[in-house]
């Protein structure tokens, strides 16, 4: 079970550069976790895999593509509306899912945690369906320079559709949103402010606790992007008390294609369905069709139903390996990350936020990240170069790209030391 939360910001810090040079965790087994990720152990281009690239996709443990194929082997039919056995298994299965994800986010309820296919889907939900209820011509959204494109594109949709406008968060040289500017745009306009808790491209950890404390008494709604936050801090949705939260399952050690958006239930009736067709429906006729209660409303047709059971899989995972223990252990080692890869002679820092979660984005003298990239893949190490779905923010700082090495707790020092080992051989190559 989930603890009654405390801000997530301040639970989230990262501890003080605890120890530089080998920052073992009491109580985090990081030899026995990684023997639960199978491609953990294979080799990449002859040499043992270094897996640096966390924020793009998080590799999955035994037990989730177990749950995936025992799902097909043996559980195969659809759900909800069949009266055998089998559909009867699956249906239990995938609403067990639900239940698992919504206590891992204390949601108050399942009505409140629809399945989609993952943060985009679920922000394209609210953008439309949010959007057409509640937002017209001159109000305003807000989202912050610091967003995915993801969390941008949507609304700007919205905005070409209602004539409503889109307003910005700005940044410092940090890499941290400006809180006394986002006071500054908060008005009886506002009807909806949409950041991430995490930034993808510079692992910013933001005050989001604060973020809806303000909105809220300005009259808006938050929507909070949790694609990168899920994987690696206690998330408590009524604790934040955002409107509306999204995630990404496969991210959060659970399989493509699955995902949650949370939504409070007086926001989600209120909301037209987002899409029509079987599942989603009370009744149908040629006059009037009528929806059905929440969370269906919501997911018309045949689901990703293995996708939804390998999540719930992921959750009971996270759930017995003491997820504090190996969020602790993962802060550590970003912090040995940002010191060893900082010390690199060239290497220049891209995002230096006092909160921080996974991610060391670097740029290494004049050579571009897709080089760094290819001669690190050539050792084996797997790291993301480009602009990280996150072009506005690659234009605050004036630079196309950079490469980004991001943790997960299965990481060791031992690989950040491989990292450290490359980025010479990299300067080695660009002499
Ligand atoms: C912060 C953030 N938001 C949204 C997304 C989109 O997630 P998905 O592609 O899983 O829908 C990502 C993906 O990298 C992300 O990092």
Redesign the pocket.
């Known amino acids: 079970m989930i603890p009654s939360a405390t801000p997530i910001e301040s639970s989230a810090a990262p501890r003080e550069h605890a120890a530089r040079t080998s920052p073992p965790r009491s109580g985090f087994d990081v030899e026995r976790v990684r023997r639960d990720f199978p491609i953990l152990s294979r080799s990449v281009r002859g040499k043992p895999l270094v897996y640096l690239d966390n924020?793009?996709t998080s590799q999955k443990p035994q037990v989730v593509i177990d749950a995936i194929t025992r799902y097909y082997t043996e559980e195969n039919a659809n759900i909800h509306r069949g009266v055998h056995l089998l559909s009867e298994k699956a249906t239990a299965a995938y609403e067990g899912a639900r239940d698992k994800i919504r206590r891992w986010i204390n949601a108050g309820s399942t009505r409140e945690t629809i399945f989609v296919?993952?943060?985009?889907?679920a922000?394209n939900l609210v953008a439309w369906s949010f959007g057409s209820r509640f937002v017209g011509a001159g109000d305003e959204i807000i989202v912050s320079g610091l967003?995915?494109h993801?969390?941008i594109v949507p609304w700007q949709m919205l905005c070409e559709r209602s004539g409503a406008r889109l307003r910005v968060i700005p940044i410092n040289d940090a890499g941290e949103l400006r809180l006394d500017e986002y006071e500054k745009l908060l008005s009886p306009r506002v009807k909806l402010v949409a950041v991430?808790h995490?930034?993808?491209a510079l692992g910013t950890i933001n005050p989001v606790t604060e973020i809806v404390r303000l909105a809220h008494q300005a009259g808006a709604k938050v929507l909070v992007?949790g694609?990168?936050a899920a994987p690696h801090l206690r998330v408590d949705v009524r604790a934040l008390d955002c409107d509306f939260y999204a995630l990404?399952g496969?991210?959060l050690f659970g399989p493509t294609g699955s995902?949650i958006l949370y939504g409070k239930a007086e926001l989600l009736d209120a909301m037209p369905p987002y899409q029509g067709g079987g599942d989603m429906i009370r009744s149908v006729t040629f006059e009037k069709s009528t929806y059905a209660d929440l969370p269906a409303k919501f997911e018309a047709g045949t689901p990703d139903i293995g996708c939804g059971i390998g999540l719930g899989a992921a959750i009971d995972y996270l759930e017995s390996i003491d997820f504090d223990a190996a969020a602790a252990w993962e802060a550590d080692l970003l912090a040995y990350a940002t010191e060893r890869i900082g010390a690199v002679p060239g290497v220049k820092l891209i995002g230096t936020a006092a909160h921080k979660a996974s991610v060391v984005s670097f740029l290494l003298d004049n050579i571009h990240p897709h080089d760094i990239g290819t001669i690190l893949d050539s050792e084996g190490i797997a790291i993301r170069t480009g602009h990280h779905?996150a072009q506005p923010v690659m234009e605050r700082f004036g630079i196309p790209a950079t490469a980004r090495a991001s943790l997960a707790f299965y990481n060791t020092p031992a690989e950040i030391d491989v990292l450290i080992h490359g980025l010479a051989k990299v300067r080695e190559l660009f002499g």
């Open positions: 924020a793009a296919r993952g943060t985009t889907e922000i967003e995915h993801s969390n991430n995490v930034s993808n992007d694609a990168q990404s496969h991210k995902g779905c």
